[in-house]
């Protein structure tokens, strides 16, 4: 007969064993999509939870030094320099997000650290959004709402006609990735000229591309912003870019809110030198400028473009095999190719 005390002692020791030969994966803090497959993620790793720890970070990192070769992040961990610094051994960093503006993306260069994220899984929905902003603006529909609610129809008050009707316009798309793209294939349904703007042309792509986005704004009736939020893209769309789009120009941004400048487009909605926006993303979240509650040719929306189960679990997904494929020695699904 087996003794039950020795096969509870064996069980709990093989236990231990499969923990420490499971790959170690490092998060500083948890993100949604973690937070949502802790315990998938708990099944495939051992788990180095940062936030968790008594030590401070910098001691948590250097006692995880030598051992750390992969990190999960999201769009609320920085990961700078110093942080990296601390991890000599690390080869790649995950993020389960589309984004990668917080992490030193020089660095990681320079030390050979891969990034990878999960764009693809956000994309189709957040062309959705940039598309849906578009229709809200142009056809008013929140102020049309708005002027039921209030009896406004009802008591027979005056409600301007439309100006804008979204069929054959030209639309400028600012960063033509797998967000532009989807929104383009969507914009073409509704007639509309598509144009864009890049770091590079695109050969493939039978759209105009113009290399600046002034001469992009100047030559279209819309301009959606799809494109990541770096140095050379922060503050891009400002007070001469919006004069150019023009009094009856359309804004739409589902990339970062640090892309416009803020307090410039304020002033352009204001005084109506352009004609409305449609605004998922703000430069300081989740603080909005006051003077946009009271404008009816914007419409607002909480960064919640991609905010669905679906894509959560599709974000999961992605994340979980680019970590595989790099524990596997396989090539990454989704690595950053470009670093600046």
């Known amino acids: 007969m087996v003794n039950q005390s020795s096969k509870a002692t064996s069980d709990q020791s093989l236990g231990r064993q499969n923990v420490e030969e499971l790959p170690q994966l490092l998060i500083l803090h948890p993100g949604p999509i973690f937070s949502m497959h802790e315990s998938l993620f708990e099944k495939k790793f051992s788990l180095l939870k940062a936030w968790e720890s008594p030590e401070s970070i910098h001691h948590f990192l250097t006692t995880h030094a030598q051992s750390t070769r992969a990190i999960l992040c999201s769009s609320v961990t920085p990961i700078t320099a110093e942080i990296l610094s601390l991890l000599p051994s690390l080869c790649v960093i995950a993020c389960e997000n589309t984004g990668v503006e917080l992490i030193d993306l020089m660095e990681c260069r320079k ?62 798309i600012v960063g033509f990735g797998n967000i532009g793209s989807e929104v383009a294939k969507r914009l ?22 113009y290399p600046q986005v002034i001469d992009l704004a100047y030559n279209c009736n819309v301009l959606i912003i799809c494109c990541a939020l770096t140095d050379q893209t922060r503050h891009m769309i400002n007070q001469d870019v919006l004069k150019s789009l023009g009094e009856n120009g359309i804004i739409v941004n589902v990339g970062r809110g640090p892309i416009i400048h803020e307090r410039e487009l304020v002033t352009s909605l204001m005084s109506r030198e352009i004609a409305g926006a449609g605004l998922d993303v703000f430069e300081n979240e989740p603080n909005v400028p006051n003077e946009l509650f009271e404008l009816d040719n914007v419409v607002l929306t909480p960064h919640r473009g991609a905010f669905t189960e679906e894509v959560f679990s599709n974000a999961f997904k992605l994340t979980m095999a680019n970590l595989e494929a790099f524990f596997s020695n396989k090539p990454l699904i989704t690595a950053i190719k470009q670093y600046d």
């Open 111 to 172: 030390r050979g650290i891969y990034v990878t994220n999960a764009g693809p899984a956000f994309s189709q929905d957040v062309a959705d959004m940039a598309v849906g902003l578009l229709l809200a603006v142009a056809m008013r529909i929140p102020a049309s709402d708005r002027y039921i609610r209030t009896r406004g129809w009802s008591d027979h008050q005056c409600f301007p006609p439309r100006t804008f009707k979204l069929r054959g316009k030209h639309v400028g």
């Open 188 to 209: 073409e349904a509704f007639g509309c000229k598509i144009s864009y703007n890049s770091r590079k042309q695109k050969p493939s792509i039978p759209y105009e591309f």
